[in-house]
């Protein structure tokens, strides 16, 4: 029976993030592999539940694992896992959150789905959405895409010069030339890539017609 404001956690799986603390008023069943505990007051349920879904929380939960077959952590574990508390004000914890922002994709790579908030200013409203994808990992034209929703990988000169490559081209010769300038001026990127499929489908299109 776990009541509010308790935790409970699945020792084999808390690594994956099997925690939680009830928030509403009715107490709830969980099963009995689940270990409940409830935290002293000097601590927001909040900020530990924040703090073990943490990297670095989690990192400490795996340190204090035990067992042959399968990593579980034990209440004696979990008690061994140091948590920083917050400053106090008037006797109240309060949560500290960092916020970073940024526009580099490869911060984003770096961090994971959980701690990425997109944020969208409209009618000078600022509001913020959860991550529609999952950033760890993922490559730079992906989170350019799916967060900042720009599906260009390159600047707009670029962009526009090599579109400006691709006018009246109307025969080999044309074709010859642009393959120069791509090779040449351009460095390697999904949108030269394009260029050159159109290239070889332009190609073929003239071979066909000679």
């Not at 106090?88 to 490869?106: A, G």
């Not at 090779?183 to 990127?189: E, I, V």
Request: hydrophobic letters at 35%; glycine letters at 6%; proline letters at 4%.
């Amino acid at each position: 029976m776990v009541s509010t404001g308790q935790f409970a956690y699945n020792p084999s799986r808390i690594n994956v993030g099997s925690i939680d603390y009830l928030k509403c008023t009715e107490r709830a069943l969980v099963s009995p592999l689940y270990i409940v505990f409830e935290t002293p007051s000097k601590i927001h349920p909040d900020y530990l539940l924040r703090y073990l879904k943490a990297d670095w929380g989690n990192l400490q939960i795996r340190a204090n694992t035990e067992g042959a077959v399968r990593d579980s952590l034990k209440f004696k574990g979990l008690e061994s896992i140091k948590i920083p508390l917050p400053p106090n004000n008037n006797e109240k914890t309060r949560l500290q959150e960092i916020v970073i922002t940024t526009h580099s994709p490869f911060v984003l790579s770096d961090m994971r789905k959980r701690n990425v908030f997109v944020f969208d200013k409209s009618e000078n409203k600022l509001k913020y959405i959860e991550c529609p994808i999952e950033t760890y990992g993922a490559s730079a034209g992906i989170i350019l895409d799916a967060i900042f929703g720009k599906e260009d990988t390159i600047s707009e000169k670029a962009k526009f010069e090599l579109d400006e490559l691709f006018k009246d081209i109307k025969n080999m010769g044309d074709i010859r030339r642009v393959v120069e300038q791509l090779n040449s001026r351009f460095g390697d990127s999904v949108e030269k890539l394009d260029k050159f499929n159109c290239l070889n489908k332009l190609k073929r299109k003239f071979e066909q017609g000679e």
